[in-house]
């Protein structure tokens, strides 16, 4: 752990944020002047940025309504991930997090890093999906290195909102839907209070995350700091930790507006200890096969946004971004699929760092309008303006633990996007339809300012793109809470900075490299017409063209379209209150029985790879579990995930499969005192070998049977 930079970050980190706070009261107290509508009650309920109580009564619903703050959800699948409807998530265990949702597979890791993919999609670092935190993306970078290295805690996370193919044209091309995380805002029914949790647990684990928060006047503000480190469960080389502190503070002027600014940093530091071959993933000790690779990420981000309603029918919201974003790897040379570097280069090693600074406006705009005396029309429309710049140099450590070494490749990237898109909800009596537009605007480039190994002339790339997406969305309530819903929406994938201009020096471009296009076909039906019964099930199509991917011609690796793939299968989701179908909740609390299900069929239908099955994508994938809640005194949750065995590469090359898997883990928490809960949790009780992720290294084995222990504390 480098606590002396931990601690130089937090303090530049907390300078900067007093210098951009007096800002921020500056325009706050500005604003006051101003002579907008005030806010409703109704209106807060459609903002994006709610009170603690309009987020609690959103979370159970079970799927977003039609329409929420300036977006539309009518016709589209979406699904609400409620972290308070579970015992506590400990750990940022997404196999958790994601119990209650189909479509979505975790490739879990021996690092603290998240891969998530979607009906077959690679899920490395959730590149197909577009990840937001409170609706701001945070990718890396969008287009040119879209992986997620970051995420935010779990404790800080209110809800987090999961919109299927249709996100497209909301939030961005991506193909695989868009996950946004919403976090916790200010609580109004006091000026202070105070929570910390403490948990040790299996590998010497240790988190804590400290939380204050209140309301004072008009201003309300919201603090965390959150640690985590560990040895991992792998025999040497699996240590993380990382930092992150964040501050919220939310104003709501006289005359309705509310500013939202936010600001975090971030810092984390682990081992990577290398990939195994099958024989040596059975032994117990899981011996590491890379002493000396770590990977370190840095991210500071600012952000200040303002949302109002002009009038009873609209609402506006634009926020302006920065984030300064810093990936560094240090990887010993050498090696093989699931072995430990030999030879020559061994003795050395790459060194790696990308830097990505982004500047970047979002402002959106929602009318309802027409149908008066009835379910208005809604308009909704946005814009976004965003520029990475991205630097990237390579060097050659000269020992295989080195941090820095004799500078080899180096090379300026950069994006521009303005996308716009327009959406409109007509609704005639229950039946609504809801067509939509969105325009990619995206110039890329990427220029080679030195390169010692290819022997080649320095290479540079622009690559300008104006793609037209459309959409249609449709749905028809068949009763209260219960609708047919249908949803076509285009995408698209443009080529990333590796696959511009590769930095190896056997790797080539085809020259007439398209963009993977996509359209995704879903049909559906959801009820909450029964008390007891939460249902959502729906057929899907996705058809992914002209997917980029890399093929060995001779001693080369050249990056070309490598065939269109079909994606088609069944979701399902179920959660049946069995305490309120016996009229029994009253007085022994609520359990609810829960089961979702993804069955996918995918095979690619042309190109080398035709016929054979895309890469993390098996056949079914079905989680299913109890959950108990008694009043607020006790949460149990109880829940097992199984996974159909499948490839972990588009060639389906014999040894990079992952076996079929089957998973249980039990987490539980109990409020002993008005100030006081015990947090307690068994992760794969069964202790089942498995592993769900397969890299050029050779395999990452998950995690056995591991536990963990604590207490939070509120005040």
Not at 214 to 237: A, C, I, K, P, Q
Not at 243 to 256: R, V
Not at 261 to 277: D, I, K, M, Q, V
Not at 625 to 647: E, I, M, P, Q
């Amino acid at each position: 752990m480098k606590l002396n930079k931990t601690k130089r970050r937090i303090g530049e980190w907390l300078s900067g944020v007093g210098i951009v706070g007096m800002a921020f009261g500056g325009l706050a107290m500005a604003q006051e002047a101003s002579e907008t509508k005030p806010l409703t009650s109704q209106t807060l309920d459609a903002l994006v940025i709610v009170g603690e109580s309009e987020a609690d009564s959103l979370s159970q619903q079970g799927w977003l309504p039609d329409v929420v703050g300036t977006a539309i959800f009518s016709g589209k699948k979406t699904a609400i991930l409620d972290t308070d409807a579970q015992a506590k998530i400990i750990n940022n265990n997404y196999r958790q997090l994601l119990s209650q949702t189909p479509s979505l597979l975790i490739s879990e890791e021996s690092s603290p890093l998240v891969s998530i993919g979607y009906r077959g999609l690679n899920p490395h670092r959730a590149q197909f999906t577009q990840v937001l935190q409170d609706g701001i993306p945070i990718h890396a970078d969008q287009f040119g290195y879209p992986e997620a290295y970051y995420t935010p805690p779990l404790d800080t996370v209110d809800r987090v909102d999961f919109v299927h193919g249709g996100a497209a044209l909301l939030y961005g091309p991506q193909p695989g839907g868009a996950l946004n995380y919403v976090t916790h805002v200010p609580r109004k029914d006091r000026e202070f209070s105070l929570r910390t949790q403490h948990i040790v647990g299996s590998d010497d684990l240790y988190s804590t995350f400290s939380s204050a928060d209140g309301t004072v006047g008009n201003l309300g503000y919201y603090f965390y700091y959150n640690h985590r480190e560990g040895d991992g469960f792998r025999s040497t080389n699996s240590d993380f930790v990382l930092d992150n502190l964040a501050l919220k503070l939310i104003y709501e002027t006289e005359s309705a507006g509310k500013f939202i600014f936010n600001a975090s940093t971030y810092h984390e530091e682990h081992g990577e200890p290398g990939g195994l071959t099958v024989a040596n993933f059975g032994l117990a000790d899981l011996t590491a096969t890379r002493l000396f690779d770590r990977l370190e990420l840095d991210r500071d981000f600012v952000s200040i946004g303002y949302e109002v309603e002009p009038t009873s029918d609209s609402v506006i919201t634009s926020t302006l971004w920065w984030t300064d974003y810093t990936r560094y790897t240090a990887r010993q040379r050498g090696g093989g699929f699931g072995t430990a570097p030999v030879g020559p280069t061994s003795t050395t090693n790459s060194i790696e760092t990308q830097q990505f600074e982004t500047v970047g406006l979002d402002t959106r705009y929602r009318l309802n309008w027409g149908n008066s005396g009835d379910t208005p029309h809604t308009f909704s429309t946005g814009i976004q303006l965003y520029y990475t710049d991205s630097p990237r140099t390579d060097e050659l450590g000269a020992t295989p633990n080195a941090s820095s070494g004799a500078l080899r490749r180096a090379s300026d990237r950069e994006v521009l996007y303005a996308p716009v898109f327009v959406e409109n909800k007509f609704t005639f009596g229950k039946f609504s339809i809801t067509p939509a537009l969105r325009v990619e605007n995206f110039r890329q480039k990427v220029n080679e300012t030195l390169n010692l190994d290819s022997g080649a002339p320095l290479r540079s790339k622009e690559v300008s793109d104006h793609v037209f997406l459309g959409g249609l969305g449709a749905e028809y309530a068949t009763q209260d809470d219960s609708a047919i819903y249908g949803n076509i929406s285009q995408g698209y994938r443009p080529q990333v900075f590796a696959e511009a201009v590769p930095t190896g020096p056997s790797q080539l471009v085809n020259g007439d490299l398209e963009e993977g296009k996509s359209i995704e076909y879903e049909l559906g039906y959801k009820t909450r017409a029964i008390d007891w019964l939460t249902l959502d099930a729906s057929v899907f199509l996705l058809s992914f063209e002209d997917q980029i991917g890399s093929v060995v011609v001779g001693p080369d690796t050249v990056f070309q379209n490598v065939g269109d793939a079909i994606h088609k299968g069944v979701d399902v989701s179920a959660i049946f209150d069995i305490t309120k179908l016996a009229s029994l909740s009253e007085i022994y609390g609520e359990l609810d029985f829960y089961i979702n299900a993804t069955l996918l069929d995918a095979k690619f239908s042309e190109g080398p790879n035709d016929g054979l099955t895309p890469q993390y994508a098996p056949s079914y994938i079905f989680r299913t579990g109890l959950n108990y809640a008694y009043n607020d005194r006790a949460k149990v949750t109880f829940g097992g995930t199984f996974v159909d065995g499948h490839y972990t590469d588009d060639t389906n090359t014999p040894g990079r499969q992952v076996p079929a898997y089957m998973l249980w883990d039990l987490t539980a928490e109990v409020k002993v005192h008005k100030n006081v809960r015990l947090l307690a949790g068994i992760n794969n009780i069964f202790d089942e070998s498995y592993f769900s992720r397969v890299r050029s290294d050779g395999i990452d084995p998950a995690k056995g049977r591991n536990f963990y222990v604590g207490a939070s504390l509120e005040f």
